[in-house]
């Protein structure tokens, strides 16, 4: 499959915007594999391979597993690999992720007001949006995996 096009050229304010949503993240109290968690289980609900194949390979850098990496998509079977707030940011990610199915649940959002403060719930909620948005431009634009 071949790039259609450049969207950061063809349109430049929106990628600046995008940015800075991404920037509006590096103060958030989440980690860089809190952050790279989101990004990868985001991608791989969305079946991006050009933000899987960075934020993977981002995951590692900052120390994370390969373990933990290959039992995402299954972390509710492997709970024991993944912390309870781990556990929570994930699921959040995924109802976000696929909003139209029910969206933020009542269940998972009291579950995380017992973890997480309002600013720091925000900051989750945050990124799984900003991943999402990458996620959309990236297989609508035909992004090429890099190598």
Not at 53 to 66: I, Q, S, V
Not at 96 to 124: P, R
Request: net charge neutral.
């Amino acid at each position: 499959m071949s790039a259609r096009f450049d969207w950061t050229t063809v349109h430049p304010a929106a990628y600046k915007a995008g940015i800075g949503m991404e920037e509006s993240l590096k103060n958030s109290f989440l980690t860089p594999i809190q952050k790279e968690l989101i990004k990868i289980r985001a991608s791989q609900i969305n079946s991006c391979a050009f933000c899987l194949n960075m934020h993977t390979k981002d995951a590692l850098k900052y120390g994370e597993t390969p373990q933990r990496i290959f039992l995402l998509n299954a972390w509710r079977d492997a709970k024991e690999l993944f912390t309870e707030e781990e556990q929570i940011i994930l699921q959040i990610t995924e109802e976000v992720t696929l909003i139209s199915q029910k969206g933020l649940s009542e269940e998972t959002y009291q579950k995380a007001k017992s973890f997480f403060n309002e600013s720091q719930l925000a900051d989750i909620i945050m990124a799984a949006v900003v991943i999402n948005m990458w996620n959309r431009i990236a297989i609508s634009t035909h992004m090429p995996v890099a190598k």
